[in-house]
């Protein structure tokens, strides 16, 4: 593969891996975030993974950008060898419909569905975090099933509670904070995907999967209760 | 233990760091001060450690009482600070006494105080940062902008007291038009050779959209290549500057997203974002390109500003 490097201005550098999404590009991205890390580098200030591009953040006043391209030029010799980490599948539980997935009976009639067919499909097979961006915590997936995609709404609301799961065109997501959004929401998850005063802060790293799962109005006051006692443990298990 | 009491607490006065580091992956905006040079400087003045926490008022400055003895310096947009009335000079160590207070006239030029106490303020940190972050309700004080009536704990101070000040000719002048100096940026090829020509030789205004967030402008139109105003989603840096297929340039500041989908035409050089920083709606700039090794001189440059700052003068106890 070829890597790019891009200045972002005297304080970041890009490393570009690709042109278009794939995991596999993906994949390059987070092997040069865990090579680098480990290099620990005086000067590096930040990392922004994304689709195809590790963007470095560094203080030019403590390294050049000349020094910085050397470490990066020898450590994306490493590569090719490195495997990375086993990927964790997230299980998140939401509760679609009603007054939490106000937008569930659209999607349904827009793709000409029932409400329980889209549920279906929604929880029925596993996204893949690309990234996290826009807001703390909020998760870039794909692959989600293209039966269910639906346009976003014409004019966005201007509050959507944390934890609100919607569809915007062929992508699916999870709101981690309240904010003003257009995505359908069809659900909402009583999981925290951000806890600024609790270790890890976030639930999701990019490379997990998210495996959405359907529960009840009961099940759904129950994980709440226990989220808020912080008793609740999401369920992890490995990619196979 | 030494505090400040919020009297009155002007537009928007939050607390602000060095910024909230590490978290970027997770979405997590850096936040911390908007004009960094005159934080640090602040700092500097009273001995504090670098990353010690300040206030940065905007337009318009509190009133602030001390509960003890301790020193206080403000840095940054000149808002005539004043202590029990008499004017104080601003780069500057003062010292004042317990029931003194810090209050200002009115804004005179720039657009950003910065106001350092002695050993800093020590509300807790969230993430490791006191750095208040509005959009999402963390860092700083309860995650908000000050109110009447609120009490900021101040650390111990580092140092016996010493009087500092930073020769004027070291500041930078905040006027009401700049030249901004840019890298150019990684899709710079998604612009019309005129696209690049209004970006770099004609002028932009200040919008009042403009925030800790991003900076919006106005002008020409920037005109991108058929198609080419969107992007894969990717990591955004201090001063990136995005434009939208409106073709109107957002510099991206200390609250800015982590990611953006719109084309990076260039990015603001750091020692620039201090200038930016202090720039109001309504006020006019043009970019200018510059290379990666004259921007890096002109941070080494800065620092050369902060030895002469750390050297002292006279040292009083």
């Known amino acids: 593969m070829t890597l790019k490097y891009i200045p972002s201005g005297d304080s970041a550098f890009i490393i570009k891996a690709g042109d278009e999404i794939s995991e596999e590009i993906n994949r390059t991205v987070r092997k040069l975030l865990i090579r680098l890390e480990k290099e620990k580098i005086n000067g590096i200030t930040d990392f922004i993974p994304s689709y195809n591009e590790l963007m470095v953040c560094y203080d030019h006043s403590v390294i050049d950008y000349r020094q910085l391209l050397d470490i990066f030029r020898s450590c994306a010799a490493d590569l090719d060898t490195m495997e990375l980490p086993e990927q964790s599948v997230i299980h998140v539980p939401v509760l679609y419909g009603g007054g939490y997935g106000p937008d569930l009976p659209y999607v349904a009639e827009y793709n000409n569905l029932t409400e329980d067919e889209v549920i279906e499909i929604h929880s029925s097979s596993a996204c893949f975090v690309y990234m996290l961006g826009f807001t703390p915590g909020f998760c870039y997936l794909g692959g989600m099933d293209q039966r269910i995609a639906t346009p976003r709404q014409e004019t966005p609301r201007l509050k959507i509670p944390s934890g609100s799961v919607g569809i915007a065109d062929g992508q699916t997501g999870i709101y981690p904070i309240e904010s003003p959004g257009g995505w359908q929401i069809i659900g909402k998850t009583p999981v925290r995907l951000f806890s600024p005063d609790k270790k890890p802060e976030f639930l999701f790293n990019a490379g997990d999967y998210v495996q959405f799962f359907p529960v009840t109005v009961d099940e759904y006051k129950h994980i709440t209760d226990e989220v808020d006692h912080g008793v609740y443990k999401v369920r992890r298990t490995k990619k196979t | ?317």
Do not use: W
Not at chain 2, 223 to 228: A, D, F, L, V
Not at chain 2, 256 to 263: E, N
């Open chain 2, 1 to 317: 233990m030494a505090s400040v009491i919020i009297n009155s607490a002007g537009l928007l006065t939050t607390v602000q760091d060095a910024g909230r580091y590490g978290y970027q992956r997770y979405g997590m905006p850096v936040s911390g001060a908007m004009d960094v040079f005159s934080y640090e400087l602040a700092n500097l003045l009273l001995g504090n450690d670098p990353g010690a926490a300040c206030l940065e008022a905007t337009v318009s400055g509190p009133e602030i009482v001390f509960t003890d003895e301790t020193t206080v310096a403000v840095t940054g947009a000149d808002m005539g600070p004043h202590v029990n009335g008499m004017s104080i000079a601003l780069n500057t160590t003062v010292i004042v006494k317990k029931g003194d207070k810090l209050g200002f006239t009115g804004l005179k030029s720039g657009c950003r105080s910065y106001i350092a106490f002695g050993g800093g303020i020590v509300v807790p940190p969230v993430m490791g940062s006191r750095s208040t972050y509005l959009r999402a309700g963390i860092g700083g004080l309860e995650g908000r902008a000050l109110r009447k009536g609120d009490e900021l704990p101040l650390g111990e101070a580092k140092e016996k007291i010493k009087i500092r000040s930073i020769p004027g000719n070291l500041i930078p002048e905040y006027g009401h038009s700049q030249v901004i100096r840019v890298i150019p940026g990684p899709e710079v090829q998604c612009f019309e050779a005129e696209g690049l020509r209004s970006f770099l030789t004609t002028e932009y205004q200040v919008t009042a959209q403009s925030d800790r967030m991003g900076y919006r402008l106005s002008g020409e139109m920037i005109i991108h290549k058929e198609g080419k105003a969107g992007i894969i989603s990717a990591g955004i840096s201090a001063g990136t500057v995005q434009v939208p297929g409106n073709g109107q340039p957002i510099v991206l500041m200390a609250d800015r997203q982590t990611s953006g989908g719109y084309a990076r035409i260039a990015n603001v050089i750091t020692a620039d974002l201090t200038l930016l920083a202090q720039m109001m709606p309504g006020d006019t700039l043009r970019f200018k390109e510059i290379t990666l090794d004259h921007a890096r001189q002109l941070l080494i440059d800065r620092r050369g500003v902060y030895l002469q700052c750390l050297s002292g003068r006279t040292g009083r106890t």
